[in-house]
C-alpha cells in the first residue's frame, strides 16, 4: 500500500474508533432520525386522504405510494448528502486555532476532513441499517417494484455523489469561516435552501416550472432529490447518464472551489495571525 | 551554514478597535477602525545546529509570533527566515518532516482515544518505518514515564501526562528543529521538572536544535545556555544566559544569619534589605562593593552564617520587562 493510502486508511481507521466512543449517543441519535419519516407518511396520508398504499388518486403524477416511497429514498439519500457538524467544526477549528495541526504537519486538510467524514458514515450505516431495512420492509408495499440493473447501479452511483456534493458544499461553507469567523447563520441559510432545492421538502417536479428548472441547475438536487428519483423511475437510462455526468461535473467544480478557498484562505489566515 | 537565520523578520497585523458601549458597536457595523500591532520587528538572529535556546520575552513581546513564523504558520511582513535551508512559509512537506511545534496550550492529539492511536497516526503521516516507530516509542514512554499511559484515553489524563503525551507526539518522527511554545505552563513542579529532565536529556542526545519560550526561569536556567530577550517586538539582549545578570543585574545579594535571635537595627547603611527573617537576612549591594561590605559585617557583627549570590534571574529579567521606555543596546 502506497504511503499516501495507509495514511487515508490510518484517518479512517481512528476516525470510526473515535465515533464508538460514545456509543449510547450515537444510537439514541440515529433511532431519533427516524421519527420524522413516520410524521411524513402520516402527513401524505392526510394530503391525500389515501386509505392505503394502493389508493390510485394522483396529484403532479405522484400517487400516495410515490410520495411515501420518495420520503422514505430521500431519508436515504439525507443519509449521504447530511453532514452534520462538518461546517461548525471547521469555522471552530480556524477559530480557536486548532486547525494549526493541519499546517505544521504533512497531511492535508480537505483530505483529512474527507476521511474523517467517511469513517462517520461508515458507522452510521452499520448502526443504520437494521432499522432502515425494517422501515423499508414494513413500507415495502408503497414501492413499485425493483428498478433494472442499470438503474440500481445509477442510484448506487447517485448516492456516492450525494455524499461528495454534500460533503464539498458544507465543506466549502466551513472554510468561508477564514474569511468570516462565524458562519453559524450561513449554515442556518444553507439548511433552509438545501431543505427546499435539495427536494428534501417536495419533489422537485412539484415545483413551478421556471422554480423546478432554476433549482435543477444547481447541485442541490444530488443531495436528495436524484437519488430519490433515479428509484422512482423517473429517469431513462440515457437521462440517468446525462444526470450523473453532471453530477460528476459539480463534484470537480466543488472540489475546485474547496482548492481554492482553501489556498486563499490558509494564505488570509497566515497573513492575518492566529 | 546556521540551522535557524532570521533576517529583519517583522511581522504587523491589523486588529478591530472596538470602541465600548452600544453605540459604537452599531457603527462598528458600517464602519471599522483598525490598529496596526507591530508584533515584531526587524528581528535578526542565527542558530546553530544543537543549540538549545531560550526565548524569552513578557506577554505580547513577539515570542510566539516569532515561533509561528519560524514554523510556517504565519507570512511575514517583510524580511526572510530559513530553517534547515527552506523558507518555512512556503509549507514544503519536506520541512514540515523535519521540525515540531508544541505549544503548550493546543492539543493535537484525538481526545477521546488513546494516545497510542495518535502516535499511529503520526507514524502514518510521517512515513516512520514500523520498527523504528517501536523502538522511539518505547525510548519516550520510558523516559517520560508514561509508557502505562498510552493505552488511557487523553481525556482521562492529567495536564501534566497529557503535556508529556504532546512530546512524544512531536518527537516520534526526530525533528532536528524543536519549537517549543510554554512546555510547561500549567504543570505543577513534579511534572516541570520531569519534562525539563527529559529535554535536556533528549537534546543532549540528540543534538537537537530546540528554541524554548517559557515564563519559567526554572524551564530557563535548566535547559539553556544561550537566551534571547524579546519585548516589544525587538530583541532586546541575544547571548549567553549568565550575560544577562552581568549585564543588567548591577547588585548582587548577601545572605546572612546573625548569632541570637534578633537582627541588628542599622543594616540599611550596608546594602538594601529584600528579605527580614530574624536572625536571618537578605541585603542587595552592588557588586564592586561586596568585599567591603562582607569585611565590615564580619568586623562588627558576631555571623554564624553567609553567602554571596546573584539575583534570582526571574526578577532581573522582570524588572528588564517592566523597563519599557528605556532603550536597551543589543550586544
Not at chain 1, 189 to 204: A, C, I
Not at chain 2, 10 to 21: C, L, N
Not at chain 2, 25 to 35: P, W
Not at chain 2, 149 to 176: F, N
Request: with cysteine.
Amino acid at each position: 500500500m502506497s504511503s499516501s493510502l495507509r495514511v487515508k486508511w490510518c484517518i479512517l481507521r481512528t476516525s470510526i474508533e473515535e465515533r464508538l466512543v460514545y456509543r449510547a449517543d450515537f444510537m439514541f441519535a440515529t433511532l431519533v432520525r427516524f421519527l420524522p419519516i413516520v410524521t411524513q407518511v402520516f402527513l401524505w396520508g392526510a394530503i391525500y386522504q389515501a386509505s392505503g398504499p394502493g389508493d390510485t388518486k394522483v396529484i403532479n403524477a405522484y400517487t400516495y405510494g410515490d410520495m411515501v416511497a420518495y420520503s422514505l429514498l430521500v431519508m436515504v439519500g439525507r443519509a449521504f448528502s447530511s453532514m452534520p457538524g462538518l461546517t461548525t467544526g471547521i469555522a471552530r477549528d480556524i477559530r480557536d486555532g486548532s486547525i494549526k495541526k493541519f499546517l505544521i504537519q504533512p497531511i492535508d486538510l480537505i483530505d483529512y476532513l474527507f476521511w474523517h467524514r467517511v469513517a462517520h458514515k461508515l458507522v452510521y450505516y452499520v448502526m443504520a441499517a437494521i432499522p432502515f431495512g425494517l422501515v423499508f420492509w414494513l413500507c415495502r408495499d408503497y414501492f413499485r417494484g425493483w428498478p433494472d440493473g442499470i438503474t440500481l447501479a445509477g442510484w448506487c452511483v447517485s448516492l456516492v455523489l450525494a455524499f461528495l456534493i454534500g460533503f464539498l458544499i458544507e465543506s466549502l461553507m466551513g472554510l468561508v469561516a477564514f474569511w468570516f469567523l462565524e458562519v453559524s447563520s450561513l449554515v442556518f441559510v444553507y439548511m433552509l435552501v438545501s431543505y427546499f432545492l435539495s427536494g428534501h421538502m417536495l419533489p422537485l417536479d412539484w415545483l413551478p416550472p421556471w422554480v423546478a428548472n432554476l433549482t435543477l441547475l444547481l447541485p442541490f438536487k444530488y443531495l436528495a432529490y436524484v437519488p430519490a428519483a433515479i428509484m422512482l423511475h423517473k429517469y431513462n437510462h440515457a437521462a440517468l447518464a446525462l444526470e450523473l455526468g453532471t453530477g460528476v461535473a459539480w463534484v470537480l467544480i466543488l472540489l475546485f472551489l474547496n482548492r481554492l478557498a482553501l489556498s486563499r484562505g490558509l494564505r488570509r489566515y497566515s497573513a492575518y495571525g492566529g | 551554514m546556521s540551522i535557524i537565520e532570521v533576517k529583519k523578520l517583522a511581522k504587523h497585523y491589523r486588529v478591530y478597535r472596538k470602541r465600548a458601549g452600544w453605540k459604537a458597536s452599531f457603527n462598528g457595523l458600517f464602519k471599522r477602525e483598525y490598529n496596526v500591532v507591530q508584533a515584531v520587528k526587524e528581528v535578526s538572529f542565527t542558530i546553530e545546529r544543537g543549540e538549545m535556546v531560550a526565548f524569552l520575552g513578557p506577554n505580547g513581546a513577539g515570542k510566539t509570533t516569532t515561533l509561528k513564523l519560524l514554523s510556517g504558520l504565519i507570512y511575514p511582513t517583510s524580511g526572510t527566515a530559513t530553517v534547515l535551508g527552506y523558507v518555512p512559509w512556503q509549507r514544503d512537506n519536506a520541512y514540515r518532516k523535519r521540525f515540531s511545534l508544541v505549544m503548550g496550550q493546543k492539543n493535537q492529539l484525538w481526545w477521546d482515544l488513546p494516545a497510542q492511536e495518535s502516535f499511529i497516526l503520526h507514524r502514518e503521516i510521517y512515513g516512520i518505518d514500523s520498527a523504528q516507530f517501536q523502538r522511539r516509542l518505547d525510548e519516550l514512554t520510558d523516559l517520560l514515564e508514561v509508557r502505562k499511559l498510552v493505552g488511557q484515553p487523553v481525556r482521562e489524563l492529567s495536564l501534566g501526562e497529557r503535556m508529556r503525551m504532546e512530546l512524544i507526539a512531536s518527537l516520534l518522527h526526530s525533528p532536528e528543529v524543536l519549537l517549543l511554545d510554554e512546555p510547561t505552563i500549567g504543570l505543577d513542579v513534579v511534572s516541570q521538572r520531569k519534562v525539563q529532565g527529559f529535554l535536556r536529556h533528549y537534546q543532549q542526545e540528540q543534538q537537537m536544535t530546540v528554541l524554548l519560550t517559557s515564563h519559567y526561569m526554572k524551564d530557563v536556567e535548566a535547559l539553556c545556555r544561550r537566551a534571547i530577550i524579546i519585548n516589544e517586538g525587538e530583541i532586546k539582549h541575544d547571548g549567553p544566559l549568565d550575560e544577562i545578570l552581568d549585564r543588567f543585574s548591577s547588585v548582587k545579594q548577601i545572605q546572612l544569619q546573625f548569632a541570637g535571635t534578633e537582627l541588628p537595627e542599622d543594616l540599611e547603611r550596608y546594602g538594601k534589605i529584600v528579605e527580614r527573617m530574624p536572625p536571618r537576612v537578605k541585603l542587595e549591594v552592588p557588586r564592586q562593593d561586596i568585599p567591603k561590605v562582607l569585611a565590615a559585617l564580619l568586623d562588627r557583627y558576631t555571623i554564624e552564617d553567609v553567602g554571596v549570590q546573584e539575583r534570582p534571574l526571574e526578577d532581573v529579567i522582570a524588572e528588564l520587562f517592566a523597563r519599557k521606555d528605556e532603550t536597551v543596546s543589543a550586544d
